[in-house]
């Protein structure tokens, strides 16, 4: 059993940067593949990003390469999100989930139900 924990939304104005942190329990989080999705109102919950059991391999969805950037640090068990230039159209709950499924350094992960646990998300605004 995993726990995850968001932390880091907020408001902010377009442009600017956020980071977010998902803290996870339990000592196997290195065995799990991490992922980012985000749900805007009124919309269904959608991949963000995903990353590798070691943090070898990252993927993206197209509307966030360049400007999002997922790493994780297993010492911590903890997984970021790293945002910048944001958008309006980011606006969302941000939810971090783990795949306890994930087979070697596999990173393409991109469907809800690939991923066994998910925090309870953390709210980004961003004001145009």
């Known amino acids: 059993q995993v726990q995850l924990v968001e932390s880091g939304g907020g408001l902010v104005q377009a442009g600017a940067s956020l980071r977010l942190s998902c803290a996870a329990s339990?000592?196997?989080?290195?065995?799990?593949?991490m992922g980012w999705f985000r749900q805007a109102p009124g919309k269904e919950r959608e991949f963000v990003a995903a990353?590798?059991?070691?943090?070898?391999?990252?993927y993206y969805v197209d509307s966030v390469k360049g400007r999002f950037t997922i790493s994780r640090d297993n010492a911590k068990n903890t997984v970021y999100l790293q945002m910048i230039s944001l958008k309006p159209e980011d606006t969302a709950v941000y939810y971090c989930?783990?795949?306890?499924?994930?087979?070697?350094?596999?990173?393409?992960?991109?469907?809800?139900?690939?991923?066994?646990?998910w925090g309870q998300g953390t709210q980004v605004t961003v004001s145009s």
């Open positions: 989930a783990a795949n306890s499924r994930a087979r070697y350094e596999n990173v393409w992960y991109v469907s809800l139900n690939e991923y066994d646990y």
């Open positions: 339990g000592r196997t989080f290195s065995s799990y593949a």
């Open positions: 990353i590798s059991r070691s943090g070898l391999r990252t």
